[in-house]
């Protein structure tokens, strides 16, 4: 089914109750390379750890920051929704981070740089009055390019049929398709939010531009350093963009194709969230995670 006929199906749900699901995940019997042997596959996926548990972080801080401006019921308990979901994703991708770097797979470098731009370059800056809001608007825009980007991932995992005909970890799936699901569950929260209090779309035009070299840049140094570092391969295999043309056949990682088609949309003037991905498949993998099952009982 395409995303447009998702958008059109009379069976998607218009509107879900966004909630935190207090999940946990036991890393103890995870293997280094957890799709096996694709190394180059593994940890072109691991760079989402790596990224997301500051990320998130910041996604938390700056939304927290709006809260104030919205003047929609609706929106402000979406966005409330949002923040929870944010806050255990990190956290989880955060256990994932500990477990590399108990097991000889350390991240320390390339996690303090993604903290640096999260934090430093992204961070609160000591402005006043319109000029501190502007700021914040200027963030909103940025975390309603890289949520459309972080949907797409998400649509794409419970897609990825792929993984388990590999023998992906199933902890480790679980993981990433129940924080997929939920990134699908509340993918037009950030886009409405910042319609909501700016709107205006060069904004939005060119927080995308930004937004995509940022995450370009970002996930071929990642996953470089963590080949570079895989203790199990000990230098003696690097990156190679014919690797993530291969990895994208198998199905085992988002295809180059896939990944360039993924941000032409956003730029589109009538581009809404809802117009890609599927909720009801998300809530029907929520219904059956061991993780988020778990969490509910």
């Known amino acids: 089914m395409s995303d447009q006929d998702r958008h059109l199906d009379p069976g998607e749900p218009d509107r879900v109750a966004l909630h935190a699901r207090d999940v946990d995940f036991d890393w103890a019997d995870l293997p280094m390379h957890w799709i096996p042997g694709e190394p180059f596959a593994t940890h072109m996926i691991n760079v989402l750890h790596l990224l997301l548990p500051e990320g998130e972080r910041w996604f938390v801080e700056v939304f927290k920051q709006a809260l104030p401006l919205i003047r929609d019921e609706h929106l402000l308990e979406d966005v409330r929704g949002f923040i929870g979901q944010e806050a255990v994703h990190a956290e989880s991708h955060?256990?994932?981070?500990?477990?590399?770097?108990a097991h000889g797979l350390d991240t320390t470098r390339y996690v303090e740089q993604v903290t640096w731009m999260f934090r430093k370059v992204l961070g609160d800056r000591p402005y006043e009055g319109e000029r501190r809001e502007e700021w914040l608007v200027e963030r909103l825009a940025l975390v309603a390019a890289i949520e459309h980007f972080t949907a797409f991932l998400g649509q794409w995992i419970l897609d990825a049929d792929a993984l388990d005909e590999?023998?992906?970890?199933?902890?480790?799936?679980?993981?990433?398709?129940?924080?997929?699901?939920?990134?699908?569950?509340?993918?037009?929260?950030?886009?409405?939010?910042?319609?909501?209090?700016?709107?205006?779309?060069?904004?939005?035009?060119?927080?995308m531009v930004i937004a995509g070299f940022a995450l370009f840049v970002l996930w071929t140094r990642g996953v470089r350093y963590l080949m570079r570092h895989d203790p199990v391969l000990r230098g003696s295999r690097k990156a190679r963009w014919?690797?993530?043309?291969?990895?994208?056949?198998?199905?085992?990682?988002?295809?180059?194709?896939?990944?360039?088609?993924?941000?032409?949309?956003?730029?589109?003037?009538?581009?809404?969230?809802?117009?890609?991905?599927?909720?009801?498949?998300?809530?029907?993998?929520?219904?059956?995670s061991p993780a988020a099952q778990a969490a509910e009982h």
């Open 94 to 101: 955060q256990g994932v981070i500990d477990h590399f770097d």
């Open 166 to 207: 590999a023998g992906a970890d199933p902890t480790m799936l679980d993981l990433l398709r129940w924080h997929g699901a939920e990134e699908v569950e509340h993918r037009s929260v950030a886009y409405d939010l910042y319609m909501h209090v700016d709107g205006r779309y060069g904004r939005r035009a060119r927080a």
């Open 242 to 288: 014919r690797d993530l043309i291969r990895s994208g056949r198998l199905g085992i990682t988002p295809s180059l194709w896939q990944l360039l088609r993924a941000f032409p949309a956003f730029f589109r003037r009538s581009y809404h969230p809802s117009q890609h991905g599927s909720t009801s498949q998300a809530i029907a993998y929520l219904a059956k």
